[in-house]
């Protein structure tokens, strides 16, 4: 069985509680070290770690500035070595120090992601290597991966991450027509991270808004090359019924809230603004649907009828006395806050996002 993750405060409460049962004779002392070998607790962010990692980065832009600052004279020769020399030297002495000093290990590692993403640029421009930026992310993200793959580290793949994000959008700016293919090889192996971690929620957020954002550009490379008129029409209209399959759609527990989240706010973002594209019936039937998901207990749907509403509300400024439209906007927050805390306390912890 995986054991869960839970933070310190939260194992502390269990283990009061439990010691508390076992005093009382409800569970014996086996079955209360059991019970708490079944989680594990979420290391923090101790004064140390934050030192060290700000030393990591302090080392590894010196050691970058220090390069650049000169790198006009030195040799080609001295200059790779120089790379290679510091890139191996900070991962050798994390993995040389792992046991004895594993914060002070982990540093070192940091530090040795920033200066392998240097080293890619700095020897790009070493031997006039003409790729674009965004491919030279994908291999400072495929390096990164793999450290933190090797130490199980959350922090460096949402470094990794980020590096995709680039990597992904890149084209964009670059007016590519070619479509960033080894997104789709690395997206399964992101997740297998991700479940392999036991679906850390911010982790397991950007993974899916990574995901989504993959989603989105294939959508805008292949649907205006299938279809020359209203193609954002329809790319809108694809992602609004993505969003609904996404809140509904069974995924692990532990991953189920920040999908269904996800899901929630692609498919009112993106019928906000298919408003604009079709008649009166699509918000009716929206509003409709998203009165049912309040019945049901969705606060995060209150905040999109707020949205849709206001939409609308913008469109009479003229034509409304300013007076008006402060009354008729306070009247909206109150009414929809009374929502909010009826549904809090009608579901407490279970309702849905």
């Not at 890619?120 to 003409?130: A, G, K, T, V, Y």
């Not at 990574?210 to 989603?215: E, F, G, S, V």
């Not at 292949?222 to 193609?231: A, G, H, M, Y």
Request: overall charge positive; some cysteine; proline content about 3%.
């Amino acid at each position: 069985m995986i054991k869960k993750v839970i933070t310190k405060k939260q194992y502390e409460f269990l283990e009061h509680e439990l010691t508390y049962l076992q005093r009382g004779g409800t569970i014996s002392e086996e079955e209360k070290k059991r019970m708490l070998a079944s989680y594990d607790v979420r290391a923090g962010l101790s004064f140390i770690t934050i030192l060290l990692a700000i030393g990591a980065l302090l080392l590894g832009l010196g050691i970058l500035t220090f390069v650049a600052s000169n790198w006009m004279y030195i040799s080609k020769g001295f200059k790779f070595l120089l790379i290679i020399v510091c890139l191996i030297g900070v991962n050798f002495a994390g993995v040389k120090w792992g046991t004895r000093f594993p914060k002070t290990s982990r540093s070192l590692h940091y530090a040795g992601i920033l200066i392998f993403g240097a080293g890619i640029f700095l020897i790009e421009q070493m031997f006039n290597i003409s790729i674009n930026f965004n491919s030279s992310f994908l291999l400072w993200a495929i390096g990164a991966v793999c450290i933190g793959y090797y130490l199980k580290d959350i922090a460096i793949l949402l470094f990794t991450s980020f590096l995709l994000l680039i990597y992904l959008n890149g084209s964009i700016f670059l007016d590519e027509t070619s479509y960033p293919l080894a997104i789709l090889i690395f997206l399964p192996v992101l997740y297998y991270l991700v479940r392999q971690f036991n679906y850390p929620r911010f982790l397991s957020f950007i993974m899916n808004g990574l995901a989504i954002n993959t989603i989105i550009l294939f959508l805008m490379e292949i649907v205006p090359k299938l279809v020359e008129d209203n193609s954002e029409t329809i790319i809108l209209s694809i992602l609004f019924i993505l969003g609904i399959v996404l809140t509904y759609i069974r995924v692990p527990l532990k991953l189920q809230k920040i999908t269904a989240i996800q899901g929630h706010i692609l498919h009112g973002i993106t019928a906000i603004f298919l408003t604009y594209e079709y008649a009166i019936w699509f918000p009716l039937a929206y509003f409709v649907f998203l009165l049912y998901l309040i019945q049901k207990g969705s606060l995060t749907s209150i905040v999109i009828i707020c949205a849709l509403i206001f939409r609308y509300y913008t469109d009479s400024f003229e034509f409304l006395p300013k007076s008006l439209l402060f009354i008729v906007g306070g009247l909206l927050l109150l009414v929809f806050g009374f929502f909010f805390e009826k549904q809090r306390k009608k579901g407490g912890e279970s309702i849905e996002p």
